[in-house]
């Protein structure tokens, strides 16, 4: 069976992944709890520390690879998953192709923006957790 809905494909691949780790699982590098999945000796770890224990760091093509292929951000890795989550439960791939079409160009560009505003509003509610629980504070989703 196929979930066509890309909310309940999500969900339904979070559920998965939930149920294959352990409980109060988080990352054996860095801590996070999101993204979480188990490496080949076993450990935990998200999806920026599964291949190592650097900071990795991945193109976001924040209007997309057709409309604008150069167009580009860092983002750090688990950033940039959630950022893709986040873009397909809006349906970003579903819009029709801009073909200079300046409407389509500019629902393209609100849904990109609209995506990295939900990416930094989550991260500035964790760092100011951090910051009044006095632990360590996440690095910023967009890398230098």
């Known amino acids: 069976m196929s979930v ?39 450990d935990v770890r998200c999806y920026a520390h599964l291949g190592s224990n650097a900071d ?14 150069d167009t580009v951000i860092p983002l750090r890795a688990n950033a940039h998953r959630r950022v893709t989550d986040l873009r397909r439960i809006i349906g970003f791939d579903d819009l029709a192709p801009v073909n200079g079409d300046p409407l389509l160009l500019l629902a393209r560009i609100l849904e990109a923006i609209a995506s990295l505003l939900v990416l930094f509003a989550e991260w500035l509610v964790v760092h100011v957790a951090a910051v ?8 910023f989703p967009v890398a230098p």
Not at 56 to 69: K, N
Not at 132 to 139: D, E, F, H, I, L
Request: aromatic letters at 4%.
């Open 4 to 42: 066509r809905d890309p909310e309940l494909a999500a969900f339904a691949a979070k559920a998965k992944r939930g149920r294959r780790l352990p409980s109060k699982a988080a990352c054996a590098t860095c801590g996070v709890v999101e993204r979480l999945a188990i490496d080949a000796r076993g």
């Open 56 to 69: 990795a760091v991945e193109l976001d093509h924040w209007l997309g690879r057709v409309t604008s292929p």
């Open 132 to 139: 009044n629980s006095g632990v360590a504070r996440p690095p």
